[in-house]
């Protein structure tokens, strides 16, 4: 009877777990089951790497909407400049001389209205400058408002200057010789920059060329009407 009852105290005492700190059965109830896939830091991150690409995807269709953004208004830009030109070509125009002075009149206020439309839109695109990029623009510009004040003074040798300066702005082969110094200050400009810059030289061409058209069919007129009177008087 003795043996017995020390067998069954032995037996219960195998069943029961060992004490533990409650520390180390603290530590034991945090450890992640099955992996660690479901709880704990492992979740966590794979949850902010999500956002973190999700956020990267939305701002990366951003930058092109600002980028389509910019460009029209570049356009917008740019077709306010082809109004104005277009309008003042107009005005300034032979087909204008050869009218009645009263429909001149009225034509001049219609052109005028539209200049004065056309003005109260503003658009205005800014570039990204660094130091040298702004300094090289102020040099550019500097260089072409030279060439534009002495252009009553000289008319073929302005019309020269701005062909070698737009030459130097341009991927093609040019007809003439081209201005180096200035291509090296355009080079150093932002890419918009040299952009406007090509496009003002193209306007002041366009100009010199209608000029040199009104004066070659005045000079004709002229003529005409000496040839004329001369006629005449023989």
């Excluded at 003042?88 to 052109?111: P, V």
Aim: proline share 3%; glycine share 4%; charged share 25%.
């Amino acid at each position: 009877m003795a043996q017995a009852k020390i067998s069954a105290k032995a037996s219960e005492g195998a069943q029961q777990p060992p004490h533990q700190p409650p520390q180390q059965q603290q530590q034991q109830q945090q450890q992640p089951s099955s992996g660690g896939q479901l709880r704990g830091r492992f979740y966590r991150s794979t949850s902010m790497a999500d956002r973190s690409s999700r956020l990267l995807e939305n701002l990366d269709q951003l930058e092109l909407r600002v980028e389509a953004f910019r460009d029209a208004a570049c356009a917008m830009e740019q077709e306010k400049e082809i109004l104005l030109e277009m309008i003042h070509n107009i005005q300034n125009s032979q087909d204008m001389r050869h009218i009645s002075e009263g429909e001149r009149e009225e034509l001049n206020l219609t052109a005028n209205r539209l200049m004065g439309r056309t003005l109260t839109v503003e658009v205005s695109v800014e570039t990204i400058r660094n130091a040298q990029q702004q300094e090289s623009l102020l040099h550019a510009t500097k260089m072409i408002d030279e060439i534009v004040n002495k252009l009553l003074d000289d008319l073929e040798d302005a019309k020269i200057r701005l062909m070698s300066l737009y030459g130097a702005c341009t991927s093609d082969v040019p007809a003439g010789p081209i201005d180096q110094k200035f291509q090296s200050v355009v080079i150093g400009c932002a890419i918009e920059d040299q952009k406007k810059i090509k496009r003002r030289l193209e306007t002041l061409l366009r100009n010199l060329e209608n000029s040199e058209k009104s004066i070659t069919l005045l000079e004709h007129q002229k003529s005409s009407v000496r040839q004329s009177c001369n006629s005449k008087q023989d």
